[in-house]
């Protein structure tokens, strides 16, 4: 769909990868400072940060993989070419940005960090102002009630 109502695209900027990015090296440099509770190292805690950082990670290749093999833009300051709703798309409308999510917050554990929990929300709040609420306008004014539908039926962050 294009026409006078299309935004051509929904930021200039990719601000996803670099609110991620800035949140998990302010995290590290806070665990440096001001480091976590003796308590968090213990193996259990660790096991169980990395199993949720690397489902994190499983879920952004899944969605890339599911984005690619629909020739369907990647890059978040770049205009769509498809609307993807198959794979984990069909439970969530961000699944990329919900694996970095469960990524930092994994690493809170894995790393004996908790400075990690604070910069995920943080990272993730920022992401859904000035990322997700632009490309959901983009993604509406591309591809009218198709975008309507999938928006309607698959969350934002997840859940149906």
């Not at 998990?24 to 806070?30: D, E």
């Not at 890339?64 to 984990?88: D, E, F, K, W, Y």
């Amino acid at each position: 769909m294009t026409g006078p109502g299309v935004i051509l695209a929904p930021n200039r900027i990719p601000w996803p990868p670099i609110l991620f990015g800035v949140a998990a090296i302010a995290a590290v440099g806070l665990g440096v400072v001001l480091p976590g509770p003796e308590w968090l190292r213990a193996p259990i805690w660790a096991a169980l940060g990395w199993a949720v950082l690397l489902a994190g990670l499983a879920l952004d290749i899944a969605a890339m993989v599911t984005m690619s093999r629909q020739r369907a833009n990647i890059l978040p300051h770049r205009a769509a070419t498809a609307l993807v709703t198959n794979g984990p798309f069909a439970w969530s409308r961000n699944p990329i940005y919900l694996g970095n999510t469960l990524a930092m917050t994994g690493a809170a554990l894995a790393f004996a960090n908790p400075w990690f929990l604070p910069a995920a929300l943080v990272a993730a709040l920022a992401v859904t102002q000035l990322a997700i609420r632009r490309e959901e306008a983009h993604l509406a004014a591309r591809f009218g009630a198709a975008w309507d539908a999938y928006s309607r039926q698959t969350a934002r962050w997840f859940g149906r």
